[in-house]
């Protein structure tokens, strides 16, 4: 309906896409402009009582005409996707008008300057040392807290703000556990990725939609011991120690997939892993 076809309409010609580069497609150069401002507290915790570091940091990031090539797929799903298609611009604008007679599409799929992206939030570190026993005991810990990730392909667009959407998480962060005695270190650490959910950004009803647009926290630990001489080491590890799977989305709204698992780099695709690593100097 929004394309304005009449009832029973077939295209008699596939759609088509037009990609091009470089001067031809009128690219700009790229420009950015990163504030950041940060707070450090080392509070005196008294004998005995170990040291203290911790930092937070707020950073507000916009890249202009950023460079990207969006691909015919997505610029499709996007398009159709938007309540406001062929009226609301952005992604819709690189869908040209159907041939009046084979009723086929065009898709201009060439490299553009994404007019803005702008990335804002807050990053958190700390930092805990004491001696236990005869070893050293360290524990640090960092977190990503997004306010904002947001995007718009023409300078005139509203910012399309995708933050807490798949693949988009406000909140990331790791936790590492480290003791250190004599030629000996153990390491375990835990990564974690809020979940997300797209449901609201494409305007679905989570209990009557047809597809799966959310997936819950993800939590990877790795664990390890180290063994260190002079002149070698020897480290000996596991990774994903719990064999955690990634989550599972449907094929829907342009995201790229590995199997049924959102490509996201956070994610792990492999499983569980042993490994073994050898160093030495000569």
Not at 19 to 29: F, I, S, T, Y
Not at 71 to 82: A, E, F, H, V
Not at 202 to 231: C, M
Not at 244 to 262: C, E, L, T, W
Request: proline share 5%; charged share 20%; net charge positive.
């Amino acid at each position: 309906q929004s394309e304005g076809l009449p009832p029973g309409c077939t295209a008699t010609q596939s759609s088509s896409g037009l990609g091009v580069g470089g001067a031809e497609a009128g690219l700009k150069p790229e420009t950015s402009r990163n504030s950041t401002v940060g707070i450090i507290f080392q509070p005196e915790l008294g004998a005995g009582r170990g040291g203290l570091s911790v930092a937070v940091d707020y950073f507000d990031i916009k890249v202009s005409n950023g460079v990207a090539r969006i691909g015919g797929g997505s610029i499709l799903s996007r398009g159709y996707d938007d309540p406001q298609f062929r009226t609301g611009g952005g992604f819709c604008r690189l869908v040209q008008a159907r041939n009046p007679t084979s009723q086929a599409l065009t898709v201009k799929d060439g490299f553009v300057n994404l007019a803005t992206d702008v990335v804002k939030g807050y990053d958190l570190t700390a930092r805990y040392t004491n001696n236990i026993g005869s070893g050293r005991f360290r524990v640090n810990l960092n977190l990503t807290k997004y306010e904002t990730q947001a995007n718009k392909l023409f300078p005139e667009d509203p910012l399309d703000n995708f933050n807490g959407t798949l693949n988009n998480p406000k909140w990331s962060g790791g936790l590492d556990f480290n003791y250190e005695y004599k030629a000996w270190r153990f390491f375990y650490g835990v990564d974690w990725i809020e979940k997300t959910s797209s449901y609201e950004y494409f305007g679905e009803n989570p209990a009557t939609s047809t597809f799966k647009l959310n997936v819950p926290d993800y939590i990877l630990q790795t664990a390890s011991v180290r063994y260190r001489e002079k002149t070698w080491e020897a480290t000996f590890g596991v990774r994903n120690l719990m064999d955690v799977k990634p989550p599972v989305i449907s094929a829907q709204a342009g995201y790229n997939r590995i199997g049924n698992a959102p490509l996201y780099s956070g994610y792990d695709y492999v499983g569980r892993t042993f490994y073994l690593n050898l160093r030495n100097s000569f």
